[in-house]
């Protein structure tokens, strides 16, 4: 059991290098995209991530993106909770069933 453990723990740290690339840029885009709204959400690369992980988690939020950005700003957070949760969450499950057949 402790090997099975010790070889998805290793195995996973590809999953938690690309998870954290994965917000990173998101982050930078959300950023660049939606600082000049009105609203504190996006108004710094930390901000950023924390609203993101929250939206990774299920809390979103839509507070001070205006109506010409409003669209755009649904689009590329359903394109983010996609690849997060349903194709990142997946891949991690897979590595850690191929993990535990190996062993």
Do not use: R
């Not at 290098?17 to 000049?36: G, R, S």
């Not at 001070?64 to 689009?75: A, C, E, F, P, S």
């Not at 997946?90 to 069933?97: C, E, G, T, V």
């Amino acid at each position: 059991m402790i090997l099975t453990l010790y070889g998805m723990i290793l195995d996973t740290i590809a999953f938690v290098l690309l998870l954290t690339t994965w917000i990173f840029v998101m982050a930078a885009v959300f950023t660049t995209v939606f600082q000049d709204t009105k609203g504190e959400t996006y108004k710094d690369l930390y901000t950023t991530v924390l609203v993101l992980w929250n939206g990774m988690l299920g809390g979103y939020s839509t507070s001070g993106i205006g109506k010409d950005l409003y669209w755009l700003h649904v689009l590329m957070t359903i394109l983010y909770v996609y690849m997060s949760n349903i194709l990142l969450l997946n891949y991690l499950i897979a590595i850690m069933s191929t993990t535990y057949s190996d062993m």
